[in-house]
Nanobody, 125 residues
Framework: QVQLVESGGGLVQAGGSLRLSCAAS????????MGWYRQAPAKPRELVAT???????NYADSVKGRFTISRDNAKNAVYLQMNNLKPEDTAVYYC???????????????????WGPGTQVTVSS
């Protein structure tokens, strides 16, 4: 079973930047499409960025042009560079497997066997 640990969140002012990291173990990481999800209070969990096993990326409209997803297969890691952050980006951010066709879709936590603890991103206005 995959184990996922997210890090890099924090409190930042609007217009600022953060870089999130996700360390994966228990899988042959390079074979999997991965994504970053986020969940704001009282809202469903949303897939905001995906990266294929080959490195092709895709983004939800809400983050396009501001967020960049990348991966390092040698380190079993996926990253999310977030620039020009907005208060509406405030959420807990998670990484997990991703269906490349479903960027922008919402998920229930039970849709996956496991999640990491997530990392809190708070953007002040």
């Amino acid at each position: 079973q995959v184990q996922l640990v997210e890090s890099g969140g924090g409190l930042v002012q609007a217009g600022g930047s953060l870089r999130l990291s996700c360390a994966a173990s228990g899988i042959i990481f390079r074979f999997y499409n991965m994504g970053w999800y986020r969940q704001a209070p009282a809202k469903p969990r949303e897939l905001v960025a995906t990266i294929s096993s080959g490195g092709t990326t895709n983004y939800a409209d809400s983050v396009k042009g501001r967020f960049t997803i990348s991966r390092d297969n040698a380190k079993n890691a996926v990253y999310l560079q977030m620039n020009n952050l907005k208060p509406e980006d405030t959420a807990v951010y998670y990484c997990n497997y991703a269906d490349l066709r479903r960027v922008g879709s919402t998920y229930r936590p039970a849709d996956f066997d496991s999640w990491g603890p997530g990392t809190q991103v708070t953007v002040s206005s």
